[in-house]
């Protein structure tokens, strides 16, 4: 029973820090805009993104004022890595019962 509360209770600490650098925040300015790494963040928090921006219009999963093709690659390269990552790793689970 402590080992669940303990996993809950980091994932919700990871939540939360992650929502520190979320996409419409306002940390983005036109004369700093973002770049390959924050495209790389940006598209590990999507789903996270995803969920508060359906309560805040402000918020979203991809940033406006970005630097065009490097971030672009970087969103796309960690939203592909996170999510085929985990779909891989069902595969071979399944694939070893």
């Known amino acids: 029973m402590k080992k669940k509360i303990v996993v809950i209770l980091m994932i919700l600490i990871v939540a939360l820090t992650a929502t520190g650098c979320i996409p419409g925040d306002g940390s983005i300015t036109n004369s700093n805009p973002a770049g390959f790494f924050w495209g790389i963040w940006h598209g590990w928090i999507a789903p996270i993104s995803l969920i508060i921006g359906i309560f805040d ?12 093709w490097w971030y672009d690659l970087g969103f796309y390269c960690s939203v592909i890595s996170g999510f085929g990552g985990i779909a891989f790793t069902r595969n071979k689970y399944k694939k070893k019962k």
Do not use: C, F, L
């Open 57 to 68: 219009k402000n918020i979203s999963i991809y940033e406006q004022i970005n630097n065009g």
